[in-house]
């Protein structure tokens, strides 16, 4: 079936460090990534997306590059700041309608 | 314009009770999406409307689970007979088409705690 590995968390950095947060998924055909960020008492909200092989989505810094030879989704942010402290989600759609997600990882940015 | 919106924010409940959860999607989204997060099981599917019909319903975990939407709008999430299990937080979400490119928009949850 489809599935979304994330590492586990958390991730504690300091302001200014390098952010990665791995993601490898297993799917079926060729699905669409996407990484959403849930803000501390806040919904959940689509960061970035690539939607074929190669694609890199980017968005307020955050990049992530779709590799269909590794499967894997990385999150990458060259300095993080304390505002983007929040869980982090990968996820795939393989055309069934359906996000599926990886289990989260919670970023800790302190000053 | 308005986001996805749910209600209630909060709902706390007995066991054995039903709880009826309401998601009103982005207006002229035909596509909308119930998720749960809980911390046993992450955010995982429930149950996907195209309109007023359910092309999948997968991912509801029992029978107690039960789902409509109707003019092709608000759409409510009934639990039967609530079990501590269930206590999570209901999610819904819509986008304006069943794209699996798109984005879906998420409303800000429904917080179940059965107690």
């Known amino acids: 079936g489809n599935s979304v590995t994330q590492m586990e968390g958390p991730v504690t950095l300091s302001e200014e460090a390098f952010l990665t947060i791995n993601c490898t998924y297993t799917?079926?055909?060729?699905?669409?990534l996407f990484w959403y960020v849930q803000y501390p008492g806040e919904g959940l909200q689509l960061l970035l997306k690539?939607?074929?092989?190669?694609d890199k989505g980017s968005n307020k810094g955050f990049e992530a590059t779709y590799r269909k030879e590794t499967t894997s989704f990385h999150l990458e942010k060259g300095s993080v700041q304390v505002s983007d402290s929040a869980v982090y989600f990968c996820?795939?759609?393989?055309?069934?309608?359906?996000?599926?997600f990886g289990t989260g990882t919670r970023l800790l940015v302190s000053p | 314009g308005a986001g996805v919106s749910q209600s209630p924010s909060n709902k706390v409940t007995e066991k054995g009770k039903d709880v009826e959860l309401r998601c009103d999607p982005i207006?002229?989204?035909?596509?909308l999406y119930w998720y749960r997060q809980s911390l046993g099981q992450g955010l995982e599917f429930l149950i996907y409307?195209?309109?007023?019909?359910?092309?999948?319903k997968s991912g509801l975990p029992s029978d107690r689970f039960s789902a409509e939407r109707t003019g092709g709008s608000v759409s409510t999430l009934t639990i039967q007979r609530t079990q501590q299990e269930d206590s999570a937080v209901y999610l819904c979400?819509?986008?304006?088409?069943?794209?699996?490119?798109?984005?879906?928009?998420f409303g800000p949850g429904t917080r179940l705690t059965v107690l």
């Open positions: 979400a819509s986008s304006p088409q069943p794209n699996p490119m798109d984005e879906q928009f």
């Open positions: 799917a079926t055909g060729y699905p669409s």
């Open positions: 690539a939607t074929k092989a190669d």
């Open positions: 996820a795939l759609n393989t055309g069934f309608q359906k996000l599926v």
């Open positions: 207006s002229g989204h035909t596509a």
């Open positions: 409307f195209q309109g007023n019909s359910a092309p999948d």
